[in-house]
């Protein structure tokens, strides 16, 4: 489950989304952080997971400078992350890949991985191996599929994120979380989490052990109403609130 920075920046609000996500059985915690809002609620998140088992994440969008915030990542690093996704802005490119070597946590890249123009450069200064994929940033498939090759040869572990996008969006994401590069939990969701009960026109739903189906019909086939069949099941975490 990802969660966005509470708008009365209080803790206990995140604790208390925290509580509800392990309620549902989500098997993973991603916390968005910013310079001034990062070790307490990092802090926070570890005391309400506690005896969970379940990995803590944090997602910064590009919002630390290095080496101005120095302190602020150095503390991220020592918080035993299972990644910091994106610290800082999309273009710096070189400066991400300097944090691969200056920090112990990997680092994980969204905004940057916009094409496999990007993905090469990434390669290419040995930077991070760990990556969202978000199909509807890449323009579809085709430039994910080209992404997914340029990975599985540099050896990066990739997730699949969200925008988030409805039943019908969000099945490019499915078909590209079923690949077997994509070893993380993705930020995939229900139909419930943007929609509401039975709003959605192809409705998506998580079992209570956080795993989605993956249909095996088509979309027109679906949009006339028919079940559709699993042929693999993902493990998920929800996208930002």
């Known amino acids: 489950m990802a969660l966005g920075i509470p708008q009365d920046r209080s803790t206990e609000t995140l604790r208390r989304w925290i509580d509800e996500a392990l309620v549902r059985g989500y098997q993973r915690v991603k916390i968005k952080v910013a310079p001034g809002w990062d070790a307490q609620p990092v802090a926070a998140a570890r005391d309400a997971m506690s005896g969970s088992g379940l990995p803590l994440t944090v997602d910064a969008n590009g919002g630390y400078e290095w080496p101005e915030h120095e302190p602020n990542l150095r503390g991220l690093d020592a918080a035993g992350l299972l990644y910091i996704e994106q610290p ?12 691969v070597e ?14 496999a123009r990007a993905a090469r450069q990434i390669v290419q200064l040995g930077g ?25 040869e540099y050896g990066a572990e990739l997730w699949a994120g969200t925008m988030p996008e409805s039943g019908i969006g969000s099945q490019a994401a499915l078909a590209a979380a079923s690949l077997p590069g994509f070893v ?12 509401g009960r039975n709003a959605d026109v192809v409705k998506l739903a998580m079992s209570h052990d956080s795993r989605m189906d993956v249909p095996t019909e088509s979309i027109s086939a679906m949009l006339r109403g028919d079940l559709f069949q699993s042929s693999s099941r993902l493990i998920l975490s929800l996208p930002n609130e």
């Open 88 to 99: 800082l802005a999309p273009d710096e490119l070189v400066g991400h890949a300097h944090l």
């Open 102 to 115: 200056e920090l112990r946590t990997p680092i994980c890249l969204d905004e940057t991985l916009k094409d």
């Open 128 to 152: 991070p191996r760990v990556w969202n994929i978000k199909v509807h940033r890449m323009g579809g498939l085709l430039e994910v599929s080209r992404v997914y090759a340029v990975a599985q």
């Open 184 to 195: 993380y939990p993705s930020d995939l969701e229900p139909s419930t989490r943007w929609f």
